[in-house]
């Protein structure tokens, strides 16, 4: 069994989620991009072409995330701190184009493939949660925020288990 293929799916989880506590601390946020980073050039070495595009594209989206959370940590001394955001969003687009190519890979398998379904549908939840919290001065709203996030997620890891279970199918 390739074990760099699993240690990469775990990696990139621990940074995702990390990523996810990036909304509470910049610092963490930062953290879980270097390790989503660090097993997506992993995964990217283990796939097909088509995975090893579509990890390279994530990973380009979140390096810029990266940024983002630099400079929402460092500009949010300032008052700037929706710079970051601007990057956030950048990032996400580039992650969704290069989930898109990952779930193309034959390499993931069915499982993988279901997977990464779950991770797009995650990253829209994670979405639709920030836009809600920019609402929190009204009443419940940090709550119903909150439970989509948790939601979101839930999605993600239910998302990448699958794909890691593909990476064994497929071995």
């Not at 595009?53 to 979140?62: D, E, F, Q, S």
């Amino acid at each position: 069994m390739n074990t760099t293929r699993i240690q990469s799916v775990t990696y990139i989880l621990v940074g995702s989620v990390l990523q996810f506590a990036g909304s509470v601390s910049n610092f963490l946020g930062m953290l879980g991009f270097i390790l989503m980073i660090i097993g997506l050039l992993q995964l990217a070495k283990t796939v097909d072409a088509k995975g090893a595009a579509g990890a390279k594209i994530i990973m380009i989206g979140a390096c810029i995330g990266a940024v983002g959370s630099f400079l929402g940590f460092i500009l949010g001394f300032m008052g700037l701190g929706f710079i970051g955001s601007i990057f956030a969003i950048i990032a996400l687009i580039a992650e969704v184009v290069g989930y898109l190519m990952l779930q193309n890979s034959a390499s993931i398998g069915q499982n993988g493939k279901s997977g990464i379904m779950m991770i797009l549908i995650s990253l829209a939840v994670g979405f639709i949660a920030a836009v809600i919290a920019l609402l929190s001065f009204l009443p419940f709203v940090g709550l119903i925020a909150s439970i989509f996030a948790a939601g979101a997620i839930c999605l993600l890891l239910f998302g990448w288990m699958k794909v890691q279970q593909g990476l064994i199918e497929t071995n």
